[in-house]
């Protein structure tokens, strides 16, 4: 079946550091890819996206760029502020047909801190 | 402005009691989804549905049922709490299938069970 696997957190960084987040699938076909950010107390919101191969997916100067060759789709920020603090998730959803289709599958989560 | 609804932020119950986790989306989305949250394991999908009376079990449907008897509502029900259910629920929405659809979480309801 299909999954996600993250880079294992938590991730402390300084403000201003560069940010990588790795994450890796295993899914049949052409899936779509996600990034979604938790900030505390509040659900998910989608960050970027991208829905087929080499497509780069970018907002709030993340960005993150689907390499269907080596199943990655990792985030990278040039430089992070206090506000990036989060949990942030990778997630695949599959191309399959029918009834499970939409259907997400996430990774475990990456908890990202970062000090002024 | 898009909205997914969950009738309490924190709610507390004990072992053996029945638990209703309600979910309202105000956005006509014909796609509904109950997830569970848990440390290290990410989300892991409840169960969803894709229309009015339809519903489709996901990965962990074991110790729960839902209900969906009107398009912008989701019911997440435990029959009998256990401690074991105790975690952060999310419930979400999305358009019909499509590659450019995201889904819209809620905020989340925890729940712990004693």
């Known amino acids: 079946g299909d999954s996600v696997t993250q880079m294992e957190g938590p991730v402390t960084l300084s403000e201003e550091a560069f940010l990588t987040i790795n994450c890796t699938y295993t899914a049949t076909g052409y899936p779509s890819l996600f990034w979604y950010v938790q900030y505390p107390g509040e659900g998910l919101q989608l960050l970027l996206k991208a829905t087929k191969a080499d497509d780069k997916g970018s907002n709030k100067g993340f960005e993150a760029t689907y390499r269907k060759e080596t199943t990655s789709f990792h985030l990278e920020k040039g430089s992070v502020q206090v506000s990036d603090s989060a949990v942030y998730f990778c997630a695949l959803r599959s191309d399959a047909g029918g009834t499970s289709y939409g259907k997400l599958t996430f990774g475990q989560g990456t908890i990202l801190t970062v000090h002024p | 402005d898009v909205k997914v609804t969950q009738s309490s932020r924190y709610l507390v119950k004990r072992t053996g009691e029945k638990v209703f986790l309600e979910c309202v989306q105000d956005m006509d989305h014909e796609n509904m989804f109950w997830y569970r949250q848990d440390p290290g394991l990410g989300l892991r999908l409840i169960y969803f549905?894709?229309?009015?009376?339809?519903?489709e079990k996901g990965d962990i449907p074991e110790g729960y049922s839902v209900s969906r008897e009107k398009k912008e509502r989701f019911s997440l029900i435990l029959e009998s709490a256990s401690t074991n259910q105790t975690s952060m629920y999310l419930c979400a929405s999305s358009l019909i299938p499509g590659s450019y659809n995201e889904q819209f979480f809620g905020p989340g309801t925890r729940l712990t069970v004693l």
């Open positions: 549905s894709y229309d009015v009376k339809m519903k």
